[in-house]
């Protein structure tokens, strides 16, 4: 069997299980539940910086998922490392990190390489963190599950839309989007620009920009299909690198938004 092993296990996040283990505990029971208590999250945007600068952040986002329901995760993060044109699917039968091997879903990747958009490029996934760091977390707080991993680079958000549309799967997947938001402004300028993209995503707009969200292709999607299937997203939580572990002179913005179906309080 091929393994991605992990590229920034001991970088991004502790590279000894126990250590790992133990800081997603933590984060975990520090994000506290929301008092709108966001039911069955179909989707999320979770950010993908350093477990020290956004692993709480994170930690609101894995906290609101039914662990019983969850078979499949759909994954997309941003490419960082690698340009190329369209989504990139990895070679391998696992994912790895310091806490085990992720299985792929081949079947779901099959569908996937039946689109002109998508290609297995090995390069785009061998170095690249967007995707990785979400790993312990699905690991700590799923069962079983199986995951289909897409690198977003050069492509349009219609056509990540139309391919998420084909892999959204029932009850059992999740689709997960990866991104950060805004990147090096001062701490009280990034609170003002992550304030009115995260309105546009409670609005649900579809014209974010890369300046705003790293993610912005696969965000823009995810609006797209949350519109027709009006799922309504909820703010989780919000913070930057200066309220967690960085200063204040330059900042990057990171927020957990769940997607779900709006339900009332009479059911």
């Known amino acids: 069997m091929s393994v991605r092993p ?36 179909k989707a999320l945007i979770v950010p993908h910086a350093g477990y020290i600068y956004s ?30 044109y369209g989504l990139a699917l990895p070679d391998v039968d696992a994912f790895e990190t310091p806490l085990g091997q992720v299985k792929l879903e081949h079947a779901g990747m099959q569908k996937a390489l039946g689109y002109s958009q998508v290609a297995l490029n090995r390069q785009a996934h061998a170095e690249e963190h967007a995707l990785e760091v979400q790993l312990p977390f699905l690991q700590t707080v799923l069962n079983e599950f199986e995951l289909i991993p897409l690198c977003v680079g050069m492509v349009e958000p219609d056509a990540v839309a139309e391919l998420m549309r084909a892999l959204w799967g029932g009850e059992e997947t999740i689709v997960i989007v990866s991104s950060d938001l805004s990147h090096y402004h001062s701490y009280n300028e990034a609170r003002s620009l992550d304030r009115a993209t995260i309105g546009r ?14 993610g912005a292709t696969a965000i823009n999607a995810l609006q797209m299909i949350a519109r027709e299937k009006e799922l309504k997203p909820t703010l989780l939580d919000y913070r930057n690198s200066g309220d967690t572990a960085g200063d204040k002179e330059q900042v990057v913005g990171y927020a957990a938004l769940a997607y779900a179906e709006h339900r009332s309080v009479h059911g």
């Open 201 to 214: 995503l409670l609005a649900m707009q579809v014209d974010l920009s890369h300046d705003q969200a790293c």
């Open 6 to 41: 992990a590229a920034v296990a001991g970088m991004f996040y502790p590279g000894d299980a126990g250590d790992l283990s133990a800081s997603i505990a933590d984060a975990l029971s520090d994000a506290k539940p929301a008092m709108h208590d966001v039911i069955a999250p």
């Open 55 to 84: 692993g709480l952040t994170a930690a609101f986002a894995y906290a609101a998922i039914e662990p019983d329901r969850i078979k499949r995760v759909v994954l997309f993060g941003p490419a960082h490392r690698v340009p190329f």
